[in-house]
């Protein structure tokens, strides 16, 4: 029973594509997020939903558009990929959005532009 | 600006040793302070989370001090084993963002 999926696990693709990431989690948490894992290790928040309710939007590129069908789901959908969005992104999952009880996190997905 | 900083070089310790794992941070005033294990090809897990008005946390073999006046916190193993080695995270909150230091990679030796 995986707490936060995220599909795919690995994402290959050429520049100027258009890809979308998907997470789910089955925790009943009401809080969601996005984070990019740079080269250097670096997480660093992108966006976070309060059931279904984007509260965080971190300075991201336009071309970077999440959306939460519902509290449970929290999809990345990016445009005109660019060479510099090659990253680890992890989806993690929370019980209010101070997080007392910390974040659970996907295991991620590792994104190449070439 | 706003920093965390974590000790970029791994620690290596012997097996059964304390390890023990810093984060500094400038320019936030963080309610929360967590820390994370994260291996590689994984998501971080959360291990801790300590207030600021709490000195220390402990959890089995693991303590967190959190030092607001120093903007420090301490991250100690005790009776470390060859299974923690792991890439530890600490975060803090800022208005209900957490933001995440770098990591320091800890080797332990059997």
């Known amino acids: 029973d995986t707490a936060v999926s995220q599909t795919p696990k690995y994402l290959v693709t050429q520049m100027g594509n258009d890809k979308s990431i998907k997470c789910e989690q089955n925790?009943?948490?009401?809080?969601m997020y996005w984070y990019k894992q740079d080269s250097k290790k670096f997480l660093k928040i992108m966006f976070s939903?309060?059931?279904?309710?984007?509260?965080i939007n971190e300075t991201v590129p336009n071309r970077f558009s999440p959306k939460s069908p519902d509290k449970a789901h929290l999809n990345l959908h990016i445009n005109s990929l660019e060479l510099g969005d090659s990253a680890v992104y992890f989806c993690?999952?929370?019980?209010?959005?101070?997080?007392?009880?910390?974040?659970?996190f996907g295991s991620g997905t590792r994104l190449t532009v070439v | 600006s706003q920093k965390i900083e974590q000790n970029s070089e791994a620690l290596n310790i012997q097996e059964g040793k304390t390890a023990t794992l810093t984060c500094n941070y400038t320019?936030?005033?963080?309610?929360?302070l967590q820390w994370y294990r994260q291996d590689p090809g994984r998501g971080p897990v959360f291990l801790l989370l300590i207030r600021e008005n709490e000195k220390e946390k402990r959890k089995e073999r693991l303590k967190v001090t959190f030092d607001t006046t120093l903007k420090q916190s301490l991250f100690h193993i005790t009776a470390s084993q060859p299974a923690d080695s792991a890439t530890y995270l600490c975060a803090l909150d800022n208005f209900n963002k957490f933001y995440f230091g770098s990591g320091t990679k800890l080797n332990v030796k059997p």
């Open positions: 925790l009943g948490h009401d809080t």
């Open positions: 939903y309060n059931n279904k309710e984007l509260i």
């Open positions: 320019n936030y005033s963080p309610a929360y």
């Open positions: 993690a999952s929370s019980q209010g959005a101070q997080a007392s009880y910390g974040y659970t």
